[in-house]
């Protein structure tokens, strides 16, 4: 997958969680946050984006992730080792 195409996934699955989220305000970024999801809503973006990719990553491969780039970082960079 290219990296549009994994940040196509995220936007969708923030979408999901956040319909109300004008699509042109989801950008590498930003952070989820900033777009009015809590905790919960992260969580369900993440598990969302990889169930779409295909992978099955450990809660602590996303330390230190900060805004929608670095969540597009870290699915693409374990896409790109399997």
């Known amino acids: 997958m290219t990296r ?3 940040f196509a996934v995220v936007r969708e699955n ?7 989220v004008d699509p042109a305000d989801i950008r590498e970024d930003r952070s989820m946050h900033e777009l009015g999801c809590d905790s919960l809503d992260r969580m369900d973006v993440v598990v969302g984006s990889l169930d779409q990719v295909g992978l099955e990553l450990r809660p602590d491969r996303f330390a230190g992730v900060r805004d929608i780039g670095g969540l ?3 699915l693409l960079e374990n896409l790109n080792e399997s």
């Open 72 to 74: 597009v970082d870290v």
């Open 14 to 20: 923030i979408l999901a969680v956040r319909a109300e």
């Open 4 to 6: 549009d195409e994994v």
